[in-house]
């Protein structure tokens, strides 16, 4: 007869040992079973989302030793099999700044949670991606970390071009204010200047020319300027005093590249693009002509690091007070408001290459039409209103060299005053967008009351195209761009006036 067991736990404990050998049989434990089998099913079902999961999972320990790995992290890192990351420590290979490897123990060890921390990892490929993990301490075992992770590197590129978008669109309405000061400005000043020099020709050739001559004047003198302008088309269809002004910040930013002197190369000339040639370009343009414009320095480079903040409204690696970080965002706004590219090439130590490529306008017969009214003298009488007096007295001088008289008003208020008392008098009332007391569009439309066949032509610095496009729908006869030339004013004048 069989001794009864003197301690049924180690029976127990006997049997568990044996577990799997043929002396103990499954009948005698149906319901360990039962748990066993439940068991397996657990681990193939998390094997299942473990290899099949869409975010990568790492299993490591405290020191960070990776020793488990699923093909989601693989492909993230771009390494080539499992075994590859095994026994990887995460904090000195594969993290950028392992020192947040402590950080992320700290909060493990204070039970905070650890939700969409960024991680910047470096892959097999020596590159880096951007990945957001959240981070957990196992429950069951003391030494495991788990780390669920998502690349958004593709997610934080788009985000920051939008933002980069956002703070060019933030610039552009910046700088259209001060356009418009300045347009005001440069139109008394061109104004007076083609009252004394009434046929200047070639007029985008000869701002390139006149900045090139200003910076030799006012920079440095260890600065040589090289000059190789190849271009012969330089008829470009836009606003000449805001490319002007851009041609003049590339010139003083490459100029302040080099404070121990250096060469500046400025280079035109004339490019035609297809379509087989924009396919291999990377940035999108359209096919046609250009006129092509190379600014070059021989200073220091723009560090790597920097070069895609260079265009940023406000960034600059000047002293406090030596730079408003505008220039060059102020270049970037204008050249996308004309249609065009502009590039940037650099090396630390070996210099700059700033490329604009501007489209030649196509419309030659129009030039022509446009050469044949130049200084068309008329009859008439014309109503300006200007709240700079600088623009009313040469842009009366201007108009009265062509036959007309001319009557003036500091707003839209006092022009109001002065149609009122004798509408039939002006032939037509020319009108500056933004004035005190009553702007350009408010009179417009209050003359437009009075006389609903008044021929007004709107004149800005600044103005919205959606605005002036409502304008026109309502009668506008014309809208001219300050800062205007002779030859421009006597155009409008004569198609308004038809």
Same mark, same amino acid.
């Given at each position: 007869?069989?001794?009864?067991? &003197?301690?049924?736990?180690?029976?127990?404990?006997?049997?568990?040992?044996?577990?799997?050998?043929?002396?103990?049989?499954?009948?005698?434990?149906?319901?360990?079973?039962?748990?066993?089998?439940?068991? &397996?099913?657990?681990?193939?079902?998390?094997?299942?989302?473990?290899?099949?999961?869409?975010?990568?999972?790492?299993?490591?320990?405290?020191?960070?030793?990776?020793?488990?790995?699923?093909?989601?992290?693989?492909?993230?890192?771009? #390494?080539?099999?499992?075994?590859?990351?095994?026994?990887?420590?995460?904090?000195?290979?594969?993290?950028?700044?392992?020192?947040?490897?402590?950080?992320?123990?700290?909060?493990?060890?204070?039970?905070?949670?650890?939700?969409?921390?960024?991680?910047?990892? @470096?892959?097999?490929?020596?590159?880096?991606?951007?990945?957001?993990?959240?981070?957990?301490?196992?429950?069951? @075992?003391?030494?495991?970390?788990?780390?669920?992770?998502?690349?958004?590197?593709?997610?934080?590129?788009?985000?920051?071009?939008?933002?980069?978008?956002?703070?060019?669109?933030?610039?552009?309405?910046?700088?259209?204010?001060?356009?418009?000061? #300045?347009?005001? !400005?440069?139109?008394?000043?061109?104004?007076?200047?083609?009252?004394?020099?009434?046929?200047?020709?070639?007029?985008?050739?000869? #701002?390139?020319?006149?900045?090139?001559?200003?910076?030799?004047?006012?920079?440095?003198?260890?600065?040589?300027?090289?000059?190789?302008?190849?271009?012969?088309? /330089?008829?470009?269809?836009?606003?000449?005093?805001?490319?002007?002004?851009?041609?003049?910040?590339?010139?003083?930013?490459?100029?302040?590249?080099?404070?121990?002197?250096?060469?500046?190369? /400025?280079?035109?000339?004339?490019?035609?693009?297809? &379509?087989?040639?924009?396919?291999?370009?990377?940035?999108?343009?359209?096919?046609?002509?250009?006129?092509?414009?190379?600014?070059?320095?021989?200073?220091?480079?723009?560090?790597?690091?920097?070069?895609?903040?260079?265009?940023?409204?406000? #960034?600059?690696?000047?002293?406090?007070?030596?730079?408003?970080?505008? %220039?060059?965002?102020?270049?970037? %706004?204008?050249?996308?408001?004309?249609?065009?590219?502009?590039?940037?090439?650099?090396?630390?130590?070996?210099?700059?290459?700033?490329?604009?490529?501007?489209?030649?306008?196509?419309?030659?017969?129009?030039?022509?039409?446009?050469?044949?009214?130049?200084?068309?003298?008329?009859?008439?009488?014309?109503?300006?209103?200007?709240?700079?007096?600088?623009?009313?007295?040469?842009?009366?001088?201007?108009?009265?060299?062509?036959?007309?008289?001319?009557?003036?008003?500091?707003?839209?208020?006092?022009?109001?005053?002065?149609?009122?008392?004798?509408?039939?008098?002006?032939?037509?009332?020319?009108?500056?967008?933004?004035?005190?007391?009553?702007?350009?569009?408010?009179?417009?439309?209050?003359?437009?009351?009075?006389?609903?066949?008044?021929?007004?032509?709107?004149?800005?610095?600044?103005?919205?195209?959606?605005?002036? @496009?409502?304008?026109?729908?309502?009668?506008?006869?014309?809208? !001219?761009?300050?800062?205007?030339?002779?030859?421009?004013?006597?155009?409008?004048? /004569?198609?308004?006036?038809?």
């Amino acid at each position: 007869m069989k001794k009864p067991c &003197e301690n049924p736990e180690n029976e127990i404990l006997e049997k568990l040992i044996g577990l799997g050998s043929s002396s103990i049989q499954k009948s005698y434990y149906p319901e360990l079973q039962k748990k066993i089998d439940e068991l &397996e099913n657990e681990r193939k079902k998390y094997k299942s989302f473990f290899d099949n999961a869409f975010n990568g999972i790492l299993r490591l320990n405290e020191k960070g030793e990776i020793f488990e790995a699923n093909p989601a992290i693989l492909h993230m890192t771009n #390494f080539d099999q499992i075994s590859d990351l095994k026994g990887k420590n995460f904090k000195t290979e594969l993290m950028s700044y392992p020192d947040e490897w402590e950080q992320i123990l700290k909060d493990i060890k204070d039970k905070k949670p650890i939700k969409n921390f960024f991680i910047k990892l @470096k892959t097999a490929k020596n590159k880096e991606i951007l990945i957001s993990a959240n981070i957990l301490k196992s429950e069951q @075992k003391q030494d495991l970390i788990e780390i669920f992770c998502e690349n958004i590197s593709d997610k934080k590129k788009m985000e920051e071009e939008l933002a980069h978008r956002q703070k060019m669109d933030a610039l552009g309405q910046l700088a259209a204010g001060i356009a418009h000061d #300045f347009n005001n !400005i440069l139109t008394g000043i061109l104004g007076s200047c083609e009252l004394v020099y009434p046929h200047v020709e070639d007029k985008y050739k000869k #701002f390139i020319d006149t900045t090139v001559e200003l910076l030799e004047r006012s920079i440095d003198k260890k600065i040589i300027i090289s000059k190789d302008f190849q271009a012969s088309n /330089f008829q470009i269809s836009g606003d000449e005093s805001l490319i002007q002004n851009a041609f003049l910040n590339l010139g003083i930013n490459a100029k302040d590249a080099m404070p121990k002197g250096g060469i500046i190369f /400025f280079r035109t000339k004339n490019k035609t693009l297809d &379509e087989n040639t924009i396919k291999y370009l990377p940035y999108e343009i359209n096919p046609g002509n250009y006129l092509e414009i190379e600014v070059q320095d021989s200073g220091d480079g723009i560090p790597f690091n920097i070069l895609s903040k260079i265009f940023d409204p406000f #960034f600059t690696t000047k002293e406090n007070g030596k730079g408003s970080g505008l %220039g060059l965002s102020s270049v970037y %706004g204008t050249i996308k408001k004309h249609n065009g590219i502009i590039t940037v090439y650099s090396e630390p130590e070996k210099g700059s290459l700033f490329k604009i490529l501007l489209p030649l306008s196509d419309s030659k017969d129009l030039e022509q039409n446009l050469e044949l009214v130049k200084f068309v003298k008329g009859k008439g009488t014309i109503l300006i209103a200007d709240d700079e007096e600088a623009i009313r007295l040469t842009s009366s001088a201007l108009i009265e060299t062509f036959g007309y008289n001319v009557e003036t008003a500091e707003n839209g208020f006092e022009a109001l005053k002065i149609y009122k008392k004798n509408p039939v008098k002006f032939d037509l009332v020319i009108l500056d967008m933004i004035m005190p007391l009553m702007d350009g569009e408010e009179t417009f439309f209050e003359i437009k009351k009075i006389n609903p066949e008044a021929k007004i032509i709107i004149s800005s610095g600044f103005s919205k195209d959606s605005t002036i @496009k409502i304008l026109k729908e309502k009668g506008l006869k014309g809208f !001219i761009k300050k800062p205007f030339q002779k030859s421009e004013l006597s155009s409008i004048l /004569f198609s308004s006036l038809q």
